[in-house]
Structures are given as structure tokens and as C-alpha cells.
């Protein structure tokens, strides 16, 4: 493993003499190094491998100030794109239910089926009455025929609604779709509008997310993740900023709400199932410099950081610019990690650092660590 060591003396002569006795004064309180880094000042360093001699490299980054993603978080979750609470029309009791959970239903199937007893009994009452007003119209003369044309209309009329209540006993689903929950057993007593089944249709599924009004276009492919699954979903609707993502202007200023749709046909995706998209943090948030954000070989964006003296490369999700020179990001950081704003050489993930200083041939500080061996009286070593 490669490990690099910051080091002034030698390679900034320039100033060496002006700055000894300044450079020793600090040294002796163990800090230069740390200031060193956290301005971002650039500092060389350079590279030993086990067999052969150090290489040097310039390095500046810069301490960066974290935002928690909590103060952030607005949960997405996946949603069909015609969903119903299918309820029943009429009092009665539920005699069977047809469906279970999952099931998908085609249009006009029975999902539940009411007692049909009393709206039976309603039918064939309206039928009898219908018969005997038929009966009297024969066998009425004079003003009696219209009464009796009269009573033969009632009859037809009651028959009519006895055989919608009657039919309303049978639900049918409205459309194809998926049965999400039961919401009623059979042997329960239900009233006119109690719910009795939700059911979707999951060809398609859609979601609200905040979006910046570039990418905010109606038609345009935006792309999001699903519980880490990556896709792509088509804008469908453009709306006013929704009042759960009014937060987010922290962090972007120029955004909107969209309604983006899904196509499931394949049903690999569910309803409730978690969304993420870019604007919505989901590790600390820290403003660094545009510069310090390169893109790998592969087209993916990267970041590098100083963590404990190792390198490591981060995956940061972008939210928003500030300017030109900086902008908000996302990625796992730790608290003291510094972001990597320029390297006068590629460093790989891993390799280990530690800044160094050479301060002319002196002699060893009384103000060095108690107990520590001077093994060579010229140089002071300072760790950040």
C-alpha cells in the first residue's frame, strides 16, 4: 500500500529562511500541519513504497461542515396510477367474499356478494304486484282504465328498482386491477358506503418528487431509484413546489413538484415501495467546491476524502449548485473528514497520508512530545 507523507522543508526553499524560527514556534504547539489542511493550503507529500525511495505529491483540500439528512428527509413511496376502495351500495350482510389479496381480477369479476335473501324477497314481491296491476288494466273500463294504466306503471317501476337491488348485492370489480386489502368478512353487517376491498391497477405507477425546473418537463425521462434499484420513470405532471418539499430550497433553490409515472407491465415493481431521488438526501449534506467532484472512467461521479490518514473515494449524490465554484452534496462522510480539492497526481482509494515537516538543521525542540527519541535532530514530524 502506498503511504504518503506531507513534507515543507525540502521542496519549499524559498521560504526557509524566513520563515524557520515562525515555522519552528508552531511546530512546537503541534498544529501547523492541521492548519495546513483545513485552509486548503496546498502542502507536498510524498510516496513510500516498501522497497524504494518517496515520491512526492501536492495536495489541497479543505474541512467541510456537515447538515444531517434527517432535516431533509421526505418519504416517496410508489403509488398505482387508478386505485379504488370498492364499497358497498346497499345495507346487508356480506355472504361471501371472491378475492383475496394479490389476486388481479379482470373487469366486471365478482369480488363480494351481499345476502340476497331480502332484496329477493323485494323482487318477487315487485313481479307478483306487477302481475296483478296487469290482471285489473284487462278487466278495467272508463276512468277505471287509467287508474288501472297508472297502477301497471307503479308496478313496473318498483320491479325496477327491486332488480338493481337485487344486482346490487353482486360487486364487480370496475376494472382490471390487483386486490390489495379485504376489508370485510363474510357474516358482517355493512351499511350503504363501507369500504369493502382496495383495488389498483399496477400496470403503471406513479409518485410526487421535487424536481428542478430544467429537468421538470413534461415527457422528459428522469431517473430515480427504488429501494436501490435504479430506473427511469417519464414526467406526467408539472405542479407548484408541494408543501412537504419547501425545505429542500436549502439545498436547491430553482425546484418544482412532478408527478412521474413508472411502467410496470413486467410488475417488477409494488406499490409502497420506497423512492429516492437526487434532491432528497439520504447521507450528510456538505457545500465543497465544483472542483472537487470528478467523474470515473465509467461515467460515475467521485469524490475523495481524507479519513484518518487513507484516501477513500465516495459516490456523492449532487443536490444542488451554489454559483459556479460550489454546490451541495451528499455522501457517507464522517465528521473529520476533509474533501480532496486538487492532487498534483492521482491518489488511489487506500492509499494512507501523513503530513511531514522539515524545518532546517536545529536542534531538537525542548517542547517536543515528553518521552519521544529525536532520531534525527533536523527534522520535526507534525501528524494532523
Known sequence: MTRFVFESD?????CQDRQTKTLQSILNRSVFGLLLLTFGTPTTAYSQQKTGE????SIQREAITLRHPRDYYVPLNLKPLRSLTISTPI??????VEVKPGDKPTAKAVVVRLDPSIPQAELDRAEAALEVAREEQKNATGKAAAVAKANVALAEADLKLATIRMEQTIIRAPFEGEIFRILAAPGEFVRAGDPL??????TKLQVEVPLSREQAQKGSSINLNVEEQATQATVDQVLPLAPQFEKLRDLARSITSAVVILDNKNAQFKPGQSVSVD????????EVPTASVSN???GVRKIQIVRENVIRDLTPQILGQIGPERLFLSAPFNKDDEIIVSTSQPLTDGTQVQPRLTVGKTQASPAATPGSKPAKPPEKKVSF
Open 54 to 57: 518517496p515520491q512526492t505529491v
Open 197 to 202: 376491498v382496495e383495488l389498483g391497477d399496477t
Open 279 to 286: 434532491l432528497i438526501p439520504r447521507y450528510p449534506i456538505a
Open 91 to 96: 345495507d346487508g350482510i356480506i355472504h361471501a
Open 10 to 14: 525540502t521542496m519549499i526553499k524559498t
Open 296 to 298: 470515473t472512467p465509467e
